[in-house]
């Protein structure tokens, strides 16, 4: 379930409640008149499935409430009512499956923003995974993958292609772009750095590194798993069950291939670093394709299903 605060002016109120009201599956209707005071209104409070929430959003924003008044949306995490399982009941498909494309676009315009955190993070993590692939270690590999933020971005670019958002797809792939870019130019200092105190060394770059050498050695593999990973991860963000983000995040070699690229630039190894520059691109394709595909779907089967459920007269 998801409760709904909202801020309406006087004169608006009873409109909104109607929509509200009409609206299945909503349920437990508060109404506090003038009880607003920033911005001045009545306040106005229910529930609603989640498979209902998407619908109501729409038919409340048409109304132009986002502009003279106030939406807010939270989820709830226990609602002890027969009245909310009845609501729940009687709203179209299942919540799992719906798809709020409101909270989908605010979520990933803010991490789809290019910012100092943003970028200490991605760099933090092409870091790491510089240790990793130096070192040939697996486990520093997996960890630089968990810290990589790179993925919101990603999503963000999927959003903003399914919904038309040309902001919102400047905004991320300019956080991608500057991102990487930034991360690797100071990886490729920090792994000079680390070779001037003589913790790394090309020999350890050029070595046998059974362990990560497929970090600079992309093949059809890596486009599978980038694909998976790409829906996987749409998924995540778009359900109610979003627990698998960070197996996502450490199934692709998004942030390990940008380090390798990096340290291999530092040392001249050429023909890794232009390996590890393909891999770094395979993945972000196929993350992109994987997930805007994945969207699609979920619009148009959610789209069905409501449909389907519609009385018929």
Not at 91 to 103: F, R, Y
Not at 259 to 283: K, R
């Amino acid at each position: 379930m998801l409760h709904l605060r909202l801020i309406v002016p006087a004169d608006r109120t009873e409109e909104v409640v109607r929509t509200v009201e009409k609206t299945v599956g909503t349920t437990h209707l508060v109404v506090l008149p003038g009880a607003a005071r920033d911005p001045m209104g009545d306040v106005v409070m229910c529930d609603v499935a989640r498979e209902a929430g998407d619908s109501l959003l729409g038919e409340l924003r048409e109304l132009g409430l986002d502009e003279s008044g106030s939406i807010a949306v939270e989820n709830i995490d226990l609602s002890l009512s027969r009245r909310a399982d009845e609501a729940e009941e009687e709203a179209p498909g299942e919540g799992a499956d719906a798809v709020l494309w409101e909270q989908l676009a605010d979520a990933t315009h803010e991490e789809s923003t290019l910012s100092v955190t943003y970028l200490a993070f991605l760099t933090l993590a092409t870091m790491i995974a510089a240790c990793g692939v130096v070192l040939d270690n697996a486990i520093l590999i997996v960890g630089a993958m968990a810290v990589g933020p790179e993925f919101g971005p990603l999503a963000g670019l999927c959003t903003a292609l399914v919904r038309r958002a040309p902001r919102l797809a400047a905004r991320s792939a300019i956080a991608l772009l500057v991102g990487f870019a930034a991360a690797m130019a100071l990886t490729t200092g920090f792994g000079m750095l680390m070779d001037a105190v003589g913790l790394f060394s090309a020999d350890m770059l050029e070595g046998a590194r059974p362990n990560t050498d497929f970090i600079w050695k992309p093949d059809m593999f890596s486009f599978v798993v980038a694909v998976l990973a790409g829906i996987a991860g749409t998924l995540s963000l778009t359900s109610a069950k979003s627990g698998a983000l960070v197996g996502v995040a450490i199934s692709v070699t998004t942030v390990p291939a940008a380090a390798n690229a990096a340290v291999a630039l530092g040392y001249g190894e050429i023909h890794q670093m232009w390996g590890s520059t393909e891999q770094l691109l395979l993945n972000l394709v196929g993350i992109v394709l994987a997930g805007t595909l994945t969207l699609v779907l979920q619009k148009v089967l959610w789209e069905r299903q409501r449909r389907r459920a519609l009385p018929r007269g």
